[in-house]
């Protein structure tokens, strides 16, 4: 599968941001998609997922209450939406991949090319 994020940009804290994952090249509905982020200076790390239909969601807890994941089947994407953005979650947002029902965290397969978010105090 390929992905593609877009949707990144400048934003100043409080305000919302949202990223979008198009996927290609499989059956969409079969993979658990990922949002990850990295920081300048910092390790990557999880954001939040959400499985194949029926779906599950589960968020990091530094963006639980702000963050939403969802994907739409139809058009084979999913997205980030974030609220109440933070100087903090200023990173490279990363869609990430996995084939079938996945609980994890880490070991995605696939990955995007990135996305930059940067929050301005």
């Known amino acids: 599968v390929q992905l593609q994020a877009s949707g990144g940009g400048l934003v100043q804290a409080g305000g919302s941001l949202r990223l979008s994952c198009a996927a290609s090249g499989d059956t969409f509905n079969s993979y658990t998609m990922g949002w990850f982020r990295q920081a300048p200076g910092k390790e990557r790390q999880f954001v939040s997922r959400i499985t194949p239909s029926p779906s599950i969601t589960y968020y990091a807890d530094s963006v639980k209450d702000r963050f939403a994941i969802s994907r739409d089947n139809a058009k084979n994407m999913v997205n980030l939406q974030m609220n109440s953005l933070k100087p903090e979650d200023t990173a490279v947002y990363y869609c990430?991949?996995?084939?079938?029902?996945?609980?994890?965290?880490?070991?995605?397969?696939?990955w995007g090319q990135g996305t930059v978010v940067t929050v301005s105090s």
């Open positions: 990430a991949a996995i084939r079938g029902r996945y609980y994890g965290t880490s070991n995605f397969p696939y």
